[in-house]
């Protein structure tokens, strides 16, 4: 690994001293020069004009993979300003993954004033939290969480770096691996370490969810993956428990960051159906024969407090909007108690639910592949065996 | 104003089925589209060229028959068309691939934007767009649902988990489309005719000074060791009786589950 100037090339001009978000170059008799606070996380290399600054990583082959240690989560925080469901669920799994490497789980936590979350990371089962504060990290954005994270990781040598599969994991972490040449596999729902090999196996479904693939990165450090949300267990809170809080001090030029973010807008509709976080659904599929028979899956969803799903069918066909769907395409769920009325059970849609703790199918085709993985099924017509669900929970409620 | 729009053919998904016996895709007789994001991407492309004048072209790396998704291409509106293909890019993953298709825009030179679909729909991975942005040292908007050119900078809308970001950034760029951007179009027949007649220019390896060792499998850093078809079924109950029965016995269940 190393970074350096081709001094024949660079003009003194400055460009990079600006995007230096470590502060680790400064101009000398007009020409650039790295200090020791260097961390190679090259955000000058495209800031340079003159194409004068390079970043060698080594490829693959070239690795020493011995000197990687570690599991890495990459956080993310909600808009209230909270850890992401997502960030537990991964220190979780992370725990699990390093203790058979004998490692330790650091947290890596980008934000601004939020030193708050870095003590609950403690509890939530992280050792370490590099805790990089700084205004221009308020909001998630590719630029800046790359160069800070891109700085930490050639610096630190984690083995393992997870993060979730977001609309920021997906966004950062393919642009971070194009940078150190890592190899990094999306949207993982399920992860395993060798002990013996310190790999980590990677399984993701593909075409669709028609199949599942696992995945190696074995010459290349760190091992980087995007885990779906929803899928692995959350981290169990400990009450005093602490990580050492590691802070890292950056400088970011705000006219060096290539975006600017004008506005952010929540969607009403969408911002109300929290399909995720719900503990029982109701979704409804292309049974239902016409979108305003959407109203009988809505009814049986509030006599429940339940929160409305849909599949893929029925969101292509404009019956619903899709911030509803579930499945490979749409949300991955796993609520206590999922009830699917006429829906088949295409596998794109099964890869999105089939782990729900219980499943209810109701469909008149008693092939139906939703039987196969429902808890509890009842053939018949939904629009009779609906009503009478509604009538027997509201009875039996009454009593 | 001219944009790029990086495309990928694929298998239409909803046909692939696996064959049970050897654990592996089942791909004879299924139909080869264009991914249906990249489609966005071509119709946002297309669009922008309409308004502000320039050219499009498309470009994707693939075996020779990926030649007829650019044409479709080309009959959308597209003005040129480059197939990058070579053996020695076979097996690319999406670091490696990104790498080859940054060389071949580095190629193609003159660009203000790099348009991609969000994801392909085989892999759904999203990797490649970031991948290219970032070895043309770029900046990224992905899941752009709208967009717009002022002067040197592009704004684009893009939709995440429940909330909108409105985005600015200088150009070029590289912008990744999501499905509710737009309508793509359905050409008529005297476009597919027209596109029938072009010229594609097929593009190797050496002509776009792309390194061997940083493609292919040996520039691909990660590595499927095994295929399997997902497993989601349970052992289950089937409830019988006439729906006010059946609706009953359930609710028994389920409340005997505290469930409801």
């Known amino acids: 690994m190393a970074i350096y100037i081709e001094e024949e090339k660079c003009t003194g001009c400055g460009l990079c001293v600006a995007s230096c978000p470590y502060g680790a170059i400064e101009i000398v008799e007009s020409k650039a020069r790295f200090t020791d606070d260097c961390t190679m996380c090259g955000a000058c290399v495209s800031a340079c004009p003159q194409g004068a600054i390079v970043l060698e990583m080594p490829r693959k082959g070239e690795v020493d993979t011995s000197q990687y240690r570690d599991l890495w989560v990459v956080a993310e925080t909600t808009p209230e300003g909270d850890l992401a469901g997502v960030t537990i669920e991964l220190l979780g799994e992370g725990r699990k993954l390093a203790d058979e490497l004998d490692a330790q789980v650091a947290l890596v936590l980008m934000g601004d004033e939020v030193g708050e979350l870095a003590e609950k990371a403690g509890g939530f089962g992280a050792d370490t939290v590099y805790l990089v504060s700084h205004p221009s990290l308020k909001q998630y954005r590719t630029g800046p969480y790359a160069d800070v994270l891109c700085g930490l990781i050639n610096k630190h040598k984690p083995e393992i770096v997870l993060f979730g599969a977001t609309s920021m994991g997906r966004d950062l972490a393919p642009r971070v691996a194009a940078r150190i040449k890592a190899g990094l596999t999306a949207d993982c729902t399920e992860l395993s370490v060798d002990p013996e090999t310190r790999l980590l196996h990677q399984t993701r479904p593909a075409f669709g969810g028609n199949i599942m693939a696992t995945i190696l990165c074995e010459y290349t450090r760190p091992q980087m993956a995007t885990v779906r949300p929803r899928v692995m267990d959350r981290a169990q809170w400990q009450e005093g428990r602490e990580a050492d809080i590691v802070e890292v001090p950056v400088d970011i030029d705000e006219r060096s960051v290539a975006t600017k973010i004008v506005e952010v807008i929540a969607d009403e509709g969408a911002g109300a159906v929290n399909l995720q976080d719900a503990e029982i659904i109701v979704s409804g599929g292309r049974g239902l024969g016409a979108p305003e028979h959407f109203a009988l899956i809505q009814e049986l969803a509030d006599t429940l407090g339940a929160t409305v799903g849909a599949s893929r069918a029925t969101v292509d066909a404009g019956w619903i909007p899709a911030y509803h769907q579930v499945g490979q395409t749409g949300k991955t769920v796993k609520p206590k108690l999922y009830i699917a009325c006429g829906i088949s059970g295409a596998v794109q849609h099964l890869a999105g639910m089939s782990s729900s703790d219980c499943i209810v199918a109701i469909n008149k085709d008693p092939d139906a592949p939703i039987f196969k993985v429902a808890h509890y099924g009842i053939v018949g017509d939904l629009f009779e065996v609906v009503p009478e669900l509604i009538s027997a929970i509201n009875e039996r409620r009454g009593q | ?260």
């Not at chain 2, 064959?19 to 492309?45: K, L, Q, Y």
């Not at chain 2, 308004?51 to 007829?68: D, F, L, R, S, Y």
């Not at chain 2, 003005?79 to 691939?97: K, N």
């Not at chain 2, 078809?229 to 019988?240: D, V, Y």
Request: glycine residues 8%.
């Open chain 2, 1 to 260: 104003m001219n944009v790029i729009v990086c495309m990928k053919q694929v298998p239409d998904t909803s046909e692939v089925r696996i064959d049970p016996e050897t654990n592996t895709i089942v791909r004879e007789g299924v139909p080869s589209i264009i991914n249906p994001f990249d489609e966005n991407a071509i119709e946002a492309a297309v669009q922008l060229v309409e308004e502000h004048g320039g050219k499009v072209t498309v470009i994707t790396m693939g075996p020779p028959q990926a030649e007829q998704a650019l044409r479709e291409a080309l009959a959308m509106g597209a003005d040129e068309a480059i197939l990058l293909s070579d053996r020695a890019l076979a097996a690319s993953d999406t670091l490696a691939t990104s790498y080859v298709l940054s060389c071949a825009i580095r190629r193609i030179g003159d660009y203000d934007l790099i348009l991609c679909g969000k994801q392909a729909f085989d892999g759904d991975t999203a990797q490649v767009p970031p991948g290219i942005a970032e070895q043309l040292g770029l900046p990224q908007i992905t899941y752009v649902i709208g967009l717009e050119v002022v002067g040197d900078k592009v704004r684009a809308r893009r939709l995440l988990e429940g909330r909108y970001e409105v985005v600015e950034a200088r150009m070029p760029a590289v912008l990744t489309a999501d499905k509710h951007m737009n309508e793509p179009r359905r050409p008529g027949l005297k476009s597919v005719l027209a596109a029938k007649k072009k010229e594609i220019p097929v593009w190797d390896a050496a002509g776009c000074d792309i390194q061997v060792s940083s493609c292919g499998l040996e520039g691909s850093p990660t590595r499927v060791i095994r295929t399997f078809a997902p497993s989601h079924e349970h052992e289950g109950e089937m409830i019988e009786g006439d729906p006010r029965d059946a609706a009953c016995q359930l609710v028994e269940k389920l409340a005997a589950a505290k469930l409801v």
